[in-house]
């Protein structure tokens, strides 16, 4: 009898544990274990190699440099065209895809035949993985094949064909555009799930009161969905900064560096000059960047006071 209870003592404890407070902290102890080594680790192991020369073609020179690799972005020219060309990289694009995405969301909001299969076509170039996307649009935008090229030739737009990627003038508008078509279903699928949360009844009541359509997109849609569009252009700030992936297949940073970006700098400093001293600096400073925007959006979008 008394080894019969004690089989079961182990089981009475948990049961006993479970009711207080902290069985909810033992609960959450394998997920916070799981992030400290998928992503603390990682990141401060990241930002102790900034202050470190860490060079694969050089192990000798491996050691303590402190502020050496913020110091030298200072007269880092590449750096200072990654940070401009990824501000405007980043604005663009969030900006187009946001009314891509508003646009979009609206029209499949409305119960119109065939929106159904609309919304699945609309979301297909989010599916899309960015090797082929990229890899499609190169195609499509080549200076001899390119299908695009032909229709603006044969609808008088141009005179000839023109190497969208080889062009400094041309290449980082070319990509913005890649990249919007690109993520515009992102913000398309957060924002149609927003808009269906809007009680119809505020529409009908502001046609009543002779609210136009814009007038209820101002007063109505966009301040009920105020705290998606904050949520979503976070998120997608946050994916553009650091995945160069369209880039790095479309133009590699180029032509000269008219189309590099910070994250691209740090990738190609890391594993092509295998200096992952300066790209951690690099990397960290793009946390850095990312940490004071997102605050700083928060804060001015005003949506933890709603």
Do not use: C
């Not at 902290?25 to 992503?39: E, F, T």
């Not at 050691?63 to 913020?70: D, I, R, S, T």
């Not at 990824?86 to 929106?115: C, K, Q, S």
């Not at 700098?265 to 890391?270: L, P």
């Amino acid at each position: 009898m008394t080894s019969s209870a004690s089989r079961y003592l182990p089981f009475r404890a948990l049961g006993e544990l479970s009711e207080t407070r902290y069985w909810m902290y033992l609960l959450l102890l394998p997920s916070l274990v799981l992030i400290l080594l998928v992503i603390a680790y990682p990141t401060l192991y990241g930002m102790a190699i900034s202050f470190r020369e860490m060079r694969l073609t050089r192990p000798g020179l491996d050691g303590w440099v402190g502020f050496k690799h913020y110091a030298a972005m200072w007269s880092d020219p590449v750096f200072w065209i990654a940070l401009k060309n990824t501000v405007v990289w980043v604005t663009a694009a969030v900006v187009l895809e946001l009314a891509l995405g508003l646009l979009t969301a609206t029209a499949l909001n409305r119960d119109l035949p065939g929106t159904k299969i609309f919304a699945v076509l609309i979301l297909l170039p989010y599916f899309l993985p960015n090797v082929v996307a990229g890899h499609m649009w190169a195609l499509m935008l080549d200076p001899r094949l390119g299908v695009i090229n032909d229709i603006l030739v044969r609808m008088g737009v141009l005179q000839s064909y023109k190497a969208w990627f080889a062009d400094p003038n041309a290449a980082l508008a070319a990509t913005i555009l890649v990249e919007a078509w690109h993520g515009f279903p992102f913000f398309a699928l957060l924002l149609l799930a927003g808009l269906k949360s809007i009680p119809e009844d505020l529409y009908k009541a502001a046609a009543v009161d002779g609210a136009g359509v814009a007038a209820q997109l101002r007063l109505i849609t966009l301040p009920m969905l105020k705290t998606v569009i904050a949520a979503a252009v976070i998120l997608r700030v946050i994916s553009l900064v650091n995945s160069p992936d369209l880039l790095l297949i479309l133009t590699g940073g180029g032509p000269g560096d008219a189309t590099q970006v910070l994250s691209l700098y740090a990738f190609q400093t890391a594993y092509k000059e295998f200096n992952f001293g300066y790209a951690s600096a690099l990397s960290v400073v793009m946390f850095v960047i990312l940490m004071i925007f997102a605050v700083a959006y928060i804060r001015m979008s005003r949506i933890t006071k709603e």
